[in-house]
Each structure stands twice: as C-alpha cells, then as structure tokens.
C-alpha cells in the first residue's frame, strides 16, 4: 500500500524567511496531494492541494510542487509570519478510493 | 465547504467501557471518513463509511472494536469499544469535497483511564 515520508519533522525558521517541506509517496496510483494546516487543538484544515497532472501551484504565500517521476512533493511558504507556526501534514490519496494516507507530520516554528 | 460538528467534544471514560462519537454534516454528502489522531501523532484512516452499504475498515480496525453507522447522507457516529487506555486518541471525521479534498470535524478528544 501506499507509503508517505514527510521531512522535516520540526522546522524553524525566522519570520520573512521562507519554509519548504518535503513528501514522498510510494504508490504511483496516486494522484492528489494535499497539503493541511493543524494549529494547537484544531482540527486540520486544507490550504492548498495539487493533482497529478499539474506540476505546481500557488496560492498567495503558498506553493506546492510536484515530481511524479521522482514520486515527491513539496510545499513552500514565503514570507512567514508567526501565525504559520503550526503542525503540516501532507497526504497522498487514489482518486479512485479516496482514501487519504498521511505523512507524519512537520512542526513549523516561525520565529519574530 | 461542509460545516461539520462532532459530539462529544470531549470525553474521560473508564476502561471497558465503550463511547460513541457522532458527526453531522450540514448538507448531503456521499463519502464520511473517520480518523484517529494518538497524541502528537499524524492521521491515521480507520474506516470509510458509506450511506447505505457497510463501512470499509483499514488494516490493522475492526468492525468489533470500532463499529460505525451511516443511516443517511448527513450523519455517522463511530463507537470505540471496550476501551482501554491505548485507545486515547483524538477521532476526527470527514467528508468529501466537491472534488477530492477533505474536510475535516472539530475532533473528540478521548482520554480513557
């Protein structure tokens, strides 16, 4: 089944730099990547997604790219401002199935 | 997108017990996911359940430890059984967007002692 790596596990950085996360998946049958923002007792909450037939995407301060050759993904957030500290989870999901398999998860610190 | 509540919130029960979560969803919806969160931990699907046909569970779930009902397009409620303290956890719903995305419930925060 499909397997999702995410690195790294905790990420500081200062606010106005940027940040970028890494995801790998194993099952090429994947075809939707999202990406989902978890603040402190929150539940998650979608703020960007890519399909496989895109190779990136942009929304304001935040992109996410992919490789299917490669099998890897990546969000990238510009300018930080300490409200992006929080916890990101990427995932990988068949369309087919709609199942959602997620990585472990990246604690971003934003530093002011 | 959906808005989506869970009941309880919040629950402290006793080992051996058992306690049922519900979700509600504003609208119709086909598809309803739940999740267990274990503290400081990713997702982890448990089942998928669907109006009208029995929940599909994940590697590892089964239906005597987390029996789920879907009486229609709107709710769903999920029971973890016989509960021991390993199962404290957050158990998050979900349901399907106008495309592929997911949207997420406040969450239950379990704990069992």
């Known amino acids: 089944g499909e397997n999702v790596e995410q690195h790294p596990s905790t990420l500081s950085v200062q606010e106005g730099d940027s940040a970028v996360i890494k995801c790998t998946y194993s099952?090429?049958?994947?075809?939707?990547f999202p990406w989902y923002k978890q603040e402190l007792g929150k539940r998650p909450q979608l703020i960007i997604d890519?399909?496989?037939?895109?190779g990136e995407k942009k929304d304001q301060r935040i992109a996410v790219t992919l490789n299917k050759t490669a099998k890897h993904f990546s969000l990238h957030i510009t300018e930080t401002q300490p409200e992006d500290s929080a916890v990101y989870f990427c995932?990988?999901?068949?369309?087919?199935?709609?199942?959602?398999?997620f990585g472990t998860g990246t604690r971003l610190k934003v530093l002011a | 997108s959906a808005v989506i509540s869970q009941k309880p919130s919040r629950d402290i029960c006793q080992r051996g017990t058992s306690l049922t979560i519900q979700c509600q969803v504003d609208?119709?919806?086909?598809?309803m996911f739940w999740y267990r969160q274990q503290p400081g931990q990713s997702l982890t699907l448990i089942a998928t359940?669907?109006?009208?046909?029995?929940?599909?569970?994940e590697s590892g779930f089964v239906i005597d430890k987390f029996p789920i009902s879907r009486p229609n397009l709107t709710f769903s409620t999920l029971t973890v059984s016989n509960m021991s303290p390993e199962d404290s956890s957050i158990y998050l719903c979900?349901?399907?967007?106008?495309?592929?995305?997911?949207?997420f419930g406040p969450g239950t925060r379990l704990t069992v002692l």
């Open positions: 979900s349901v399907e967007g106008r495309g592929d995305e997911q949207f």
């Open positions: 099952d090429s049958a994947s075809n939707y």
């Open positions: 890519i399909r496989s037939n895109v």
């Open positions: 995932a990988a999901s068949d369309r087919g199935t709609y199942k959602y398999i």
């Open positions: 609208s119709q919806v086909t598809m």
């Open positions: 359940a669907n109006q009208g046909s029995e929940a599909t569970y």
